[in-house]
């Protein structure tokens, strides 16, 4: 399979924009076509998971329906309208002895996609990497093998159809533990591993991996209201942060207050964030302020909730928040709240994190919100790749360079 | 080691160009003041090597003289005039909603560089990634470990005397094999490691390593003489490249002749290869049209000689030479001569290396040689950074966002 995905991405490297476009809207018809074959598949799947005694929240990933299987083609049929970075001049320069230099994005190659239980993975990351003209194989979890394998046929039969070199797409057929050990080895054919799951997976494939990594971890989203914060302001971004969508990597999990705006904010905010249902777990002089709330331990400041939980820390000022979100936090987003825009510069600029706000949000931290069209996922990393990465960070370069037979 | 070095990042990544540079020149003033003590240290290892009967070419390598020092401390100098990537705006842009993001060079954090004989390394590394706002940790080899320790001795002393963050630079002390492994392991602290030297290094590094490796593999560059090559370019290009300087990464190992060319072509190059003492090893063609030549076996077309050897092959045509480099190749720099232009474009595009030259000898795959002012070695990755890297590829980037009270 590997030496197939290289032969396929040099193949796929040469194909136009209008090629690889005709391509993806051709892949989105048969994804519609097939779907009756699709949710036959899926409810095998959701019988063998229910047999298993999977969770109602696994199974809920697990489940596709027309409506999911229309937004699977629908967001196929979109990532033909994007922009195609391949080709893009990055840079061109020429040197005093006449050599012109051009650094131009080419794709990756060939990039493997480890996922587990949602099947619409298999769409999203196939066609991401197919835009930029990698070939891909994937793996899938074994809890979604059915649906997978149908998805992926209907991939290849609309891609076929409209030109799609053989092999660009494949599926891994099985979804024993042993073929993530022997993509992990496979550096002479794969270029690039890309783990979409829990914090597990990520970490056997690190540690087998001989090829380069892009890490998907845990988000642990820091919002901090400093002195020169305004109350609504500070209150909506808070709820905003934690509430909108709990359980995904760019929710808010502990908010740090500054001493000074603490005895304002914090009631008006427990209130609201209560209303909503979270729970609160606060230090020791967080808990001087609110009534009833539970007590953070050591714990909370590096857990990842994904839940309705929200860790509260006050703080003695700008210094302690940095410190503490470098120390505790997943560098991944955090966000400050002031009017204050001498505090605002340097909570961006010292703060080690992939997305660093002001007066934002945590939960724009997102390819769409940042207006990519498209993300493959948000890298924890810092090489080649770092927060919402969108179809650019799914392209390497190469050096082109023109003369007229200069030698050193 | 590795928890000091990231506080010392956080420190580092706070400096001023200004402060960076001012630090640079005390450091290359410290190496300068020590060369007594740093030449004192090198005769420990060269007896030492001489002991353990080491080759001629590795004493060599690790030799230092006056000269070599004063090359050293002005190569220190020259970092402190280059342009200082971290701060820049890569890419700036507004949403509808007003948010609005920057993207913004900053260090990558903590590197650890792992490297062989060479003592100079120790302060190429060190300082480029100093200049980057990064910390290093330095592990060299046994071979050199007197003359590493004085050198580091003087960047530190130098720069602490302008106001280097403690730890900034380390070397570790030992070179046993387990600081490899326990490095490989310190995902935690470490955010990139760099092996600098064989094959044999490069392999242990990535087999170990949990964080990203920038890897310099081998350079199989190839020169493709196409039908419509100028003969007098032809042979100036494949002497240049072959044997300029042998023994590097980028020196021609394999010349590839299209079948038209090669009558006219390939006695007068054969004539000028073995005038400089190149062993020529051919292809059956080749060696119907070539007396005397040694037969090239399926090794030769997959190995990086960096000595005055080349492989010939003749080859039928542009496909034929594509295919030839993208299945033998090194994926580093590979080379056309032709006066056609759609056949030189061909083979930019087709062609997968880091580097694709058109009429130009493959010695100009270097950072200097590009106009980067320093090089921190030629990555055979296609991850983060291919080809040379200056200081721009040992940054990473953050979005910073800017908005007013924005929620989802």
Known sequence: MGRRARAAAYRLAQLSTAQKDAILRSMAAAVRTAAPVILEANALDLTDGTGKGLSAAMLDRLRLDPTRIEAIAAGIGQVATLPDPVGQVMDAWERPNGIRIEQVRVPIGTIAIIYESRPNVTADAAVLCFKTGNATILRGGSEAIHSNRAIAAALQTGGAAAGLPDHAIQLIPTTDRESVAILAGMDRWLDLII??????????????????????????????????????????????SKTHKPGVCNALETLLVHRQAAPTILPPLAAALRDKGVELRGCAQTRTMLADIVPATEDDWSTEYLDLILSIKI??????????????????????????????????????????????????????????????????????ARGPMGLRELTSYQYRVRGNGQIR
């Open 195 to 240: 783990p979409r799951g829990g914090k597990g997976l990520i970490e056997t494939v690190v540690s087998l991996a001989r090829m380069p990594v892009i890490k998907h971890y845990d988000g642990i989203c820091h919002l901090y209201l400093d002195a020169a914060a305004d109350p609504a302001m500070a209150i909506a971004l808070a709820v905003n």
């Open 315 to 384: 703080v003695d000022g700008i210094d302690d928040a940095i410190a503490h979100i470098n120390r505790y936090g997943s560098h991944h987003t955090d966000s400050i709240v002031t009017a204050d825009v001498a505090a605002a510069e340097r909570f961006l600029r010292e703060v080690d994190s992939a997305c660093v706000f002001h007066n934002v949000s945590t939960r724009f931290a997102d390819g769409g919100e940042f207006g990519f069209g498209a993300e493959i996922g948000i890298s924890t990393d810092k090489l080649h």
